[in-house]
């Protein structure tokens, strides 16, 4: 049965409140007939967000009437808003179902259940855009951006929005279909205009952000959305490294000094306060699953991410560091100088948080880029650092450096390299003459090009790395994290940065600072030492040295651990008070030396002289005394 009239929608009319007039207009009180008439069949109720049956009232349109199912999809349900977070093959099979006559279809709505979950209980209105619509109309309507979940104000008049009696929740038809007109009729109709608060700041926000995605109908897949809540919240420091380590309470903080508690209890997302970071890792794990989480509660995030939708929705759907390819190869000697030749590049996660990409040109050159520190910045072009020349570029430099008519700088300006230093160091590496009569001046070791990095490209997988090092360290088992380090950069670099744990368990241990000291060992070596060191002195020809601490300490290379003592070193410790000597003992060796050196001279001293000859006119002990007296009766005795 065809129908005879059908109101025209308003704008941003809702679709119940198109049905609700239709049933005012033909004076229908029952929600039976309004069912049959429109849909073919007694419904229950038209719900605030999504009708069903929608091919039937289509088909069965009065002729010249110029709705579509299109026209009501996006202009009076709430699917534009919805859309953006639904995989396309579900939001197709979702409009399939809309359009659908037969009841027993798959229920895909179920999909939606969380998407409704904030859907406001009753209908709401706004008082100003009632009298508005009054004056341009006559009458008012359904407002769909009213209705949408967490609108508490009007967007347009800012204004807090009223509940109406109307039960909006289930759509049910109990009392009978209510337009707005009659329902509003009889409520409180003075604005309460919103203050300045903090709270209807960020409802007012909301609304508009909600309003906004209601108006645009993005045709997003909801599949490539938890790659750019990854690179947002990696771009905002939440997110660090090449694996997900998530700064939870740096979010958290955050997110709850945007969004206070109070402000989340009000639009019905209190429990959220407790974890929002439940939330970021549910968001950016790979796989979205639709209907995780409300659009309400998307919203709040992109908002926490972006300052405006429109900016989230504008970012690329895949994230292009280095803009779109394909990119230039930059080898000044190659024949696609600055030519876009490179389709591909292969990514790479700094240490510091920067993606890197390298780029490899057939003729050998590679290079790196940095990405922007802010992926969705664009700021001033990245330096390129160049990895490897390639044999293009070296067969080049053999040539040029052979040319005697050539200047270096000439060479340096061909080949695109900045400086001498850094010509010399490829020269050092091709292992070219340095005829050319400049003297040849090595570069620093630390400067030198490592051999891995200028042999053939090494892209290390994981695996290969793997491998690699295994091999690496089957053949030099001795080798230190170090050595390694220096000779094979890149394989380093490759599973340091993919594979850290496995290479830290490989790794030989890291020595820390100088190697352990074997401290018995050095107490021995230090304990002979000494004694050794005791004997040469009072052996030595000539006048008695006096065997002290500092005078074997001057003749050790350990001074320091002599001088002061260390608790490591009891046998050392217990030498040395052997071997000190006293001044009484050193004395009597001075006079023992002195009767030899005046018997050597035939001599025969006077005490006075024999004692300032031995040195020991101060250390007149009463045994060096006596000792003295002794040895000037032997020596007279000894010549005589
Ligand atoms: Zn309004
Ligand atoms: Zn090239």
Redesign the pocket.
């Known amino acids: 049965m065809m129908i005879g009239w059908f109101p025209v929608p308003y704008p941003d009319e809702t679709f119940d409140s198109i049905c609700y007039r239709y049933a005012k207009r033909m004076h229908y009180s029952h929600k039976n007939a309004l069912g049959e008439d429109l849909f073919g069949k007694r419904i229950f109720s038209v719900a605030v967000d999504v009708p069903r049956h929608l091919k039937y009232l289509i088909e069965n349109l009065p002729p010249g009437c110029e709705i579509t199912a299109d026209k009501i999809i996006d202009g009076h349900t709430f699917l534009p808003y919805y859309r953006p977070f639904l995989k396309r093959a579900v939001y197709a099979q979702l409009i399939t179902q809309i359009m659908s006559k037969d009841v027993n279809t798959f229920n895909v709505l179920g999909a939606l259940s969380r998407f409704r979950k904030h859907v406001p209980r009753y209908l709401r209105y706004?008082p100003?855009?009632v009298t508005v619509d009054r004056q341009h109309y006559g009458e008012t309507y359904w407002h769909r951006q009213h209705q949408l979940p967490g609108v508490y104000v009007?967007p347009?008049?800012f204004?807090w929005l009223e509940d109406s009696q109307v039960y909006a929740k289930h759509g049910s038809f109990a009392q009978g279909p209510i337009t707005a007109e009659e329902a509003i009729a009889v409520a409180r109709n003075k604005p309460r205009p919103i203050d300045k608060s903090q709270i209807a700041k960020l409802l007012l926000r909301l609304s508009w952000s909600s309003n906004w995605l209601l108006t645009q109908s993005l045709d997003d897949d909801a599949e490539t959305l938890f790659q750019k809540y990854y690179y947002v919240l990696r771009a905002k420091g939440y997110i660090h490294g090449s694996t997900t380590i998530f700064y939870r309470d740096k979010f958290k903080a955050d997110f709850l000094s945007m969004y206070p508690p109070d402000f989340l209890t009000t639009i019905g997302f209190g429990s959220i306060a407790h974890n929002p970071e439940y939330w970021s890792k549910q968001l950016t794990r790979k796989g979205y699953r639709d209907g995780h989480l409300s659009v309400l509660g998307h919203i709040l995030f992109i908002q926490f991410l972006c300052q405006t939708l429109d900016e989230f929705f504008a970012l690329p759907k895949e994230w292009q560091p280095f803009g779109n390819g394909p990119w230039p190869c930059i080898n000044p000697v190659c024949d696609h100088y600055l030519e876009p030749v490179i389709d591909d590049y292969f990514v790479m996660f700094s240490r510091n948080n920067c993606v890197e990409g390298q780029f490899e040109c057939k003729c050998g050159y590679v290079y790196r880029l940095w990405a922007p520190e802010n992926p969705y910045q664009r700021g001033k072009p990245p330096k390129p650092m160049v990895v490897t020349q390639g044999s293009i570029w070296e067969d080049h430099l053999r040539r040029l450096w052979n040319d005697s008519e050539l200047s270096v700088k000439d060479i340096c300006r061909t080949l695109g390299v900045v400086s001498y230093d850094t010509l010399k160091r490829h020269v050092i590496r091709l292992e070219l003459n340095f005829d050319r009569g400049y003297p040849l001046v090595y570069p620093t070791p630390k400067k030198r090009i490592s051999k891995d990095r200028q042999l053939k490209h090494p892209k290390y997988s994981v695996v290969e790395g793997r491998q690699k090092l295994t091999d690496v360290m089957n053949q030099q088992p001795d080798i230190t994290r170090n050595d390694l380090r220096r000779e094979y950069p890149t394989l380093y670099e490759v599973l340091w940065r993919q594979d850290t744990e496995w290479l830290e368990n490989k790794l030989p241990v890291r020595a820390r600072g100088t190697p352990r000291v074997n401290w018995l060992e050095r107490d021995a070596y230090l304990a002979d030492k000494i004694i050794d060191i005791a004997e040469t002195i009072r052996n030595e020809p000539g006048k008695p040295v006096r065997v002290t601490k500092t005078e074997i300490a001057r003749r050790t290379e350990l001074t320091a651990l002599i001088m002061n003592g260390s608790p490591n070193l009891p046998k050392t410790k217990a030498a040395l008070e052997k071997v000190l000597e006293s001044r009484e003992d050193y004395a009597i060796r001075r006079t023992y030396w002195a009767k030899e050196y005046f018997i050597e001279k035939k001599v025969v001293p006077r005490w006075w002289v024999f004692v300032q000859t031995a040195g020991i006119e101060k250390s007149l002990f009463p045994r060096v005394e006596a000792l003295s007296h002794v040895m000037v009766g032997e020596i007279e005795d000894d010549i005589r």
Do not use: I, T
Request: net charge negative; proline share 0%; aromatic share 0%.
């Open positions: 706004c100003e855009c009007c347009m008049h204004v």
